[in-house]
């Protein structure tokens, strides 16, 4: 028998997600965000999940060529874009859109002979700081793209800091938007025709706000996972990964016994301690602390001892049926990941994008 930790990929919940993103999307374009292996999910699982989405959308060039070779035919946006311009080429061979959010990839652009033009993102700088131009910069390389020949179309794209938050301190989504305006309206000052299709919007975005726009890009909603505080079950979403073990050993310890590595825990009275097969190097996340909520048989058990690379311990003692071979599901259906990563001082997304490669993965 192999080993008994299985991860899930729930493709019916893969494509309700979708339908709940394009029911907040006012009638934008989705792309699905299918960076990082589609957050942990597998690329051609999520190929089959969003085949109804408008698009799909990540950072890494050879597995946009992969989602071509497995038969994805509509568009896929490239979210960093292009490193050199050998991606370039590839882009273009492959019909990949990709967004342009600095000086040398414009220049790359126009010293790289295209066999096929391709669309871009523009991507605006609107108070995140990390890619894009500044709204003053953006007609300027706006006025550059367009003049070149193999550019088709060009839609304007910014990401939000703070979209999952009510009333952030700093740099809140109002904010960005009246930078977003004023750099999309100096282009259009610039003669440069009607308004440019737009690019807006994260999972945190399309949940929480109501903003119009041409295309959108939710991630995490798509996977059950919420960008914000409030549970994705509130928002209608399903968990599309359950990780799911059993237990494989039962220790009953007296008080003063202590559990694992380290010795972190000492047990208070008389418990039964349960051995789950699930491990940091499973990409349970080491750093869990004791309480945090595991189901065993269908009931909540606390993490107790340190997390070890092969396996983990619950306290047994409110889940009297429990015996070697009992189910445990870590995450997933019936325990949500927010609450695990909410209690392991991380976020969903990390956990589903931590999935080791020895988890076995099978589909419902
Ligand atoms: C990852 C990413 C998204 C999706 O974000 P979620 O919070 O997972 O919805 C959207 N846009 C860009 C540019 C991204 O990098």
Redesign the pocket.
């Known amino acids: 028998m192999p080993r008994p930790l299985i991860a899930t990929i729930h493709l019916d919940a893969m494509q309700q997600n979708l339908a709940r993103a394009r029911a907040c999307a006012r009638g934008a374009k989705v792309w699905a965000?299918v960076?990082a292996n589609a957050?942990g999910h597998g690329l051609e699982r999520a190929m089959r999940g969003f085949a109804g989405a408008d698009g799909l959308?990540l950072?890494e060039v050879d597995y946009a060529v992969r989602l071509r070779e497995l038969g994805w035919i509509k568009p896929i946006l490239l979210?960093e874009g292009f490193f050199d311009a050998s991606d370039l080429l590839v882009m273009a061979q492959y019909g990949l859109n990709g967004s342009v959010h600095c000086e040398e990839q414009i220049a790359m652009l126009a010293t790289t002979r295209l066999p096929h033009a391709i669309d871009v993102h523009l991507k605006m700088n609107t108070g995140m700081n990390r890619l894009g131009f500044t709204p003053q910069a953006i007609a300027a390389a706006y006025a550059r793209l367009r003049a070149m020949p193999h550019i088709g179309t060009i839609t304007l794209m910014t990401?939000f800091a703070n979209a999952d938050e009510a009333a952030p301190t700093r740099l809140s989504l109002a904010q960005q938007m009246l930078r977003f305006e004023a750099g999309a309206a100096s282009i259009g000052a610039a003669g440069e025709g009607p308004a440019l299709p737009r690019s807006l919007c994260?999972?945190?975005g399309l949940l929480l706000h109501h903003l119009d726009s041409d295309w959108v890009?939710?991630?995490?909603?798509l996977y059950g996972g919420t960008?914000s505080g409030t549970s994705a079950q509130a928002f209608g979403l399903l968990p599309s990964m359950s990780l799911r073990s059993s237990i494989i050993g039962i220790q009953d310890i007296a008080a003063g016994e202590v559990v694992g590595y380290g010795s972190r825990y000492a047990a208070a009275g008389n418990i039964k301690v349960g051995v789950v097969a699930c491990g940091y190097a499973d990409g349970y996340p080491r750093h869990a602390p004791a309480g945090t909520p595991v189901l065993v048989d269908g009931v909540r058990a606390g993490l107790i001892g340190r997390v070890s690379m092969d396996m983990l311990m619950v306290d047994l003692s409110h889940v009297p049926s429990a015996k070697v071979g009992s189910s445990v599901t870590l995450w997933g259906q019936g325990m949500p990941i927010d609450e695990v990563a909410l209690a392991a001082g991380t976020i969903g997304?990390e956990l589903m994008c931590a999935l080791a490669p020895r988890v076995p993965v099978n589909e419902a």
Do not use: E
């Open positions: 965000v960076k957050y959308a950072v979210l990401h994260n999972s945190a890009r939710p991630g995490i909603m960008p997304y």
